[in-house]
């Protein structure tokens, strides 16, 4: 597995982001960022964290799409109630196959990865 680097560089695709200052951040004050944003709008600590290091991982990776970027879309989502922050994935069919998950409107990187 290539080595990722040591930052995380929040960046947009949109047209507005070519005339905006890109930021780097370290990796650790990137993940302080996104995690005391989730938990300052609710998400339980274990749950922040797991969405953090998704948030994190993504810049690294250079999935911005992914990364910080998105988190004010879901902390808005979050604050309209959208967003479930308590939400805990349940099973709803468990074939041979095929597994069925209902995410319950929490987080996307809960959903997946608890």
């Known amino acids: 597995m290539k080595d990722m680097p040591e930052t995380a560089a929040p960046e947009s695709e949109t047209a507005e982001s070519e005339t905006a200052e890109a930021h780097i951040l370290p990796v650790g004050a990137a993940y302080a960022l996104a995690f005391e944003a989730l938990q300052a709008n609710g998400v339980p600590a274990r749950f922040a964290a797991l969405a953090a290091n998704v948030v994190v991982e993504a810049d690294k990776r250079g999935l911005p799409q992914f990364g910080l970027a998105r988190l004010p879309a879901d902390i808005d989502r979050l604050r309209s109630g959208a967003i479930d922050p308590e ?6 069919r468990d074939g041979r196959a095929l597994v069925l998950f209902d995410a319950r409107n929490g987080l996307g990187p809960v959903a997946a990865m608890e």
């Not at 939400?87 to 709803?92: E, I, K, T, Y």
């Open 87 to 92: 939400a805990r994935p349940h099973l709803v």
